[in-house]
């Protein structure tokens, strides 16, 4: 009898959790055929993208994205929506640049150049100079002072092509972007062109953050990027002729920081109030295109997460908040004001996770947590199976929810097939038109199946 | 001391695996190496479809591709490069076609359309009719030919937007644009529009295609494809004013069959020269666009593989074949004899792989073989996860090495990130410039790994 009662106990939980399990894979089903056929996110892109346009922090158009994400938000409905004051950088490019390569007095060739983020303008009559070309910041030293004093550097070093990870790749060359002005200021250099990050050879200069380090602001010099096809064209040129110059205008200028915000929002979580699931993206851009992929694509799929978990048949048991950080690009501010809250105020996440990789299909995570929980996460893998979500890796996240480690059990970073990622990115083709709906689709419900998964299943 | 040998000899052959294994992990890594720094695919792909074009069977670019990759397979080297004769079809679309929507007389909205492959001209005044809305072939029945007899019927359905996978949603709504003239022409229609087979909203109508079956020349029907936008917006018109009429006008026309080739070359195995691993794809392409991703793509993959077997460090056990296939879009004329032959001559083929999926980043491989051979395959899944490879799938091949399948142990076909493939497929939009290199030469890098493995591995 007993021996009844226990097989029949067994068979129940057995079958239970084969209807829970069911009940999951449905769950996840509706997700990904909601976001295909009754999605949000595209036609929210196509707003934030054509309406307002690219929105460097600081200028009149992050302000309008800011207005416009809180109203979107407040229409959902959420539990509530608030901003959370933020002091950013303001840089402001100015006039267009201008640049040429002069093989001999009179004989001219413009070239495609734009100013990095932060950079100082040149003299209002531009530089002309010698280029010494170099492929390391090391290299500078080895150089030393006599050879590069009173040149324009230019750093040329590609990405290495033969990495499947883009962004390994990024890594392993944003050195020169982002160092190499005031490393080459301190050997005499007059201004410095870096070779854009950009696999692709075309006419696209790519922007970015650079940083000038502990230089007193009397011995900054200008930075600009060149597009790879210029950066080709350049350095065949100087081995033709180490004598040409070249000439480098522009105009662009740092302001005081302005106030700017974080837009916040939330849906209350039924159990667990206190404990915070996070998604979210950065909602500045630069401003040389109409910041699609990087980063309006995450901004629209973190709002598309709480599209679907503000619909009555997902009341999540843990709070669900979504963040649109300010000024990811040119100072992190925003997720350094985020992230100091949290900590003054002890919030527990459980998991922060960022979509920042661009609109295309989504192909998995980045996870910086424990073993345990990348374990747990893990064994969810199944569950992901049928829309080829497959890379589920240890190594990294994103920049913004980074800041987060100490107060969140999992930072996650959507991850995507991002082989065209670097075409698109700070420059002027990044826009609208460069997006496909079903691909921006399916990431917007592969960060729902996680965060789905995270508050129903639980991490422990 | 027999212990001692035992061991030794058990640890030789611990580290001569380890060491094989090593060899061909760094043979792996060489091939994606070389195709994303010293690749040839995306040169020949821009001459195929920039310098020759949209290549229909029995047309002049038809002609002038294969001269061109037959030139290119002998400047290899291979061991033998030859043309195998095939008659195919001939069909011209002539001017462009016409049609517009008159919603009452005089006021007529044009609207976008395209013949279908093999279908017949309108008379040279074209057509005008009322139009009647079906979403499946079977409502013909249903209608009668009461309803139908006169009109133009107007298949409406889209393709299933929730599938992951793209192919099966092309599956699911391509029987209207194969079938849907014959069935209609039996109740009376004067003529059919379809849909185009396209997940996105837009302006191109999509060609492809398509069938009389049995139908006497006397009853067929002209039949065409309309864009997206233009189905949306004549299915709205129509519930608006169901008595609207239709115009339609296009001249195409078939003509007797005419003489082509498949191009074929190889190299000899040095081990077992009878046994063929087929790599291919198809040459012919429809005519709207310069047929970049269907098929250039998997022509220049399949160059690609040979380029990398003829280097002297591939040196191949069994023969490496290349087929590029003639005529695949409108009559498989090119698979129907190059599969005669092999059974004629009793080829035996290991494996026969197809790349017709785009240029774009590949993710695996659908196969289509005993469960043996699946399984040998699958134990080499982890040599392909550096390269974000993933999917096995045994699932269907391709068009072309389908028809091998009692001559080959292994069917196979790329398997590539398909999201966007249906916007290209068949339409104007079909052009190099839609090709990413980076995923094109990693397409072919990963055909090139697999005939790698199973030439030097082995399928048993």
Redo the contacts between chains.
Sequence with gaps: MMKKIYLIFFFCSISLNAQKEETVKSKINDI??QA??QGKSYDWLNHLTNQIGGRLSGSLNAERAIKWAKEELDALPLDSVWLQTVMVPKWVRGTFEYANIESSPGNTINVNICALGGSISTPSIGIRANVIEVNQIDELAKLGKEKIKGKIVFFNRPMQ??L?N?FKAYGGAVDQRYNGAAEAAKYGALAVIVRSLN??LDDYPHTGVMSYGDLPINKRIPAAAISTNDAELLSSMIALNPKLRFFIKQNCKNYPEVKSYNVIGQINGEVSPEKIILVGAHLDSWDLGDGAHDDGAGVVQSMEVMRFMSKKEFRPKNTIRVVLFANEENGLKGAKAYSKNVKNSKEQHLLALESDTGGF?P?GFNFDTKEKYLKRILSWKPYFD???I??FEGSGSGADVNLLKENALVLAGLKT?A??YF?HHHSEMDTFDQI????LE?GAATMAALVYLTDQLGLE
């Design positions: 990904y055929r295909l056929t092509g033969d499947i883009t696999f692709r299909s192909r049928p829309y080829y497959h890379l097939d082989q065209r075409i496909n709906k079903r691909e399916m």
